[in-house]
């Protein structure tokens, strides 16, 4: 009996692990087609390593950097005005790394400085690259960070509104996603 009742949890488990693998990839697949409409000409990675990504990406080729998989790569030419993802006054071409992450909402600023401390040194590395991390709370709000980047990359606030209400409804459809947070900010000190 108690064999079978650890092979059921095992099952719900690994349910609930590709249910959430297919809301990231629902998001990811959304960020993805943003990316596509906003810079028509980029060439995009998804999920691949940056020691697999072509050299003339010019991304460092250092074994602390190889094994970085960030969810998207794209390298785009520069619009040319100087404002935001996609432009810059040179005209030159630039790289786009892109992270996507959903996680409960007291998480939601933590998770974004955490992927953008993890690709910090690789964009830092990376002559024109510039990294947008996509985090989203299961109660569909999007870090204001991402929405401001999404906003320059998309050039109009509308379509960033209408990228973060698709985010939320993927969001909300995550496993766990439900689930009830009795505090958003921490409890008053004692006196």
């Not at 960020?31 to 990406?57: I, W």
């Not at 109660?139 to 929405?147: F, K, M, T, V």
Request: net charge positive; hydrophobic share 45%; charged share 20%.
């Amino acid at each position: 009996m108690l064999c079978l009742l650890a092979a059921v949890t095992a099952l719900r488990a690994a349910a609930m692990s590709r249910r959430r693998l297919a809301a990231h990839d629902a998001l990811l697949s959304l960020f993805k087609d943003v990316v596509a409409v906003a810079l028509p000409s980029a060439t995009l990675h998804v999920d691949a390593a940056v020691g697999d990504l072509p050299a003339e990406y010019g991304l460092p080729s250092g074994s602390e950097f190889s094994k970085l998989r960030p969810d998207l790569v794209c390298k785009f030419a520069d619009g040319g005005d100087g404002d935001g993802v996609g432009s810059s006054s040179d005209g030159s071409s630039g790289i786009l790394v892109g992270e996507v992450t959903i996680v409960p909402p007291p998480a939601l600023g933590r998770y974004y400085e955490r992927k953008r401390s993890k690709y910090r040194r690789l964009c830092a590395a990376t002559p024109g690259a510039q990294l947008l991390v996509v985090a989203v709370g299961t109660d569909g709000a999007l870090h204001p960070e991402s929405r401001a980047q999404l906003a320059m990359l998309v050039g109009s606030e509308t379509r960033a509104a209408d990228f973060a209400a698709a985010c939320a409804e993927i969001a909300r459809e995550r496993p766990g996603a439900r689930r009830v947070y009795a505090r958003a900010t921490p409890p008053a000190p004692r006196a």
